[in-house]
């Protein structure tokens, strides 16, 4: 199985950008789409965007399309999610997610086998 750490979460005015970054180790990264989710108090867990093995296409919610943009390195065995624009409204506890069984990364949470520990994002107006 593989594990994932999130990291670069903090606190930022409106406006503004943070890179998280999710680094995966026990297994072969390019195996596994990738999603990152986020959870806001009181809500469910959403999908943010996802990844294809090889980093050729790319999917993203509505709400964070042409603000945010996924990649990864396979050879450093990292994900990244690089936010700009950022509102308050995307203030959420950050989560990546890989799968091995997909070739499309998955919209639902049940999707995904492997979590990290989240990653706190905080955006203040």
């Known amino acids: 199985q593989v594990q994932l750490v999130e990291s670069g979460g903090g606190l930022v005015q409106a406006g503004g950008s943070l890179r998280l970054s999710c680094a995966a180790s026990?297994?072969?990264?390019?195996?596994?789409?990738m999603g990152w989710f986020r959870q806001a108090p009181g809500k469910e867990r959403e999908f943010v965007a996802g990844?294809?093995?090889?980093?050729?296409?790319?999917y993203y919610d509505d709400s964070v399309k042409g603000r945010f943009t996924i990649s990864r390195d396979n050879a450093k065995n990292t994900g990244y999610l690089q936010m700009n624009s950022l509102k308050p409204e995307d203030t959420a506890v950050y989560y990546c997610?890989?799968?091995?069984?997909?070739?499309?990364?998955?919209?639902?949470?049940?999707?995904?086998?492997?979590w990290g520990q989240g990653t706190q994002v905080t955006v203040s107006s």
């Open positions: 997610a890989a799968e091995r069984d997909k070739v499309v990364p998955g919209r639902k949470e049940y999707e995904y086998d492997y």
């Open positions: 026990g297994r072969t990264f390019s195996n596994y789409v």
């Open positions: 990844i294809r093995r090889s980093g050729s296409n790319t």
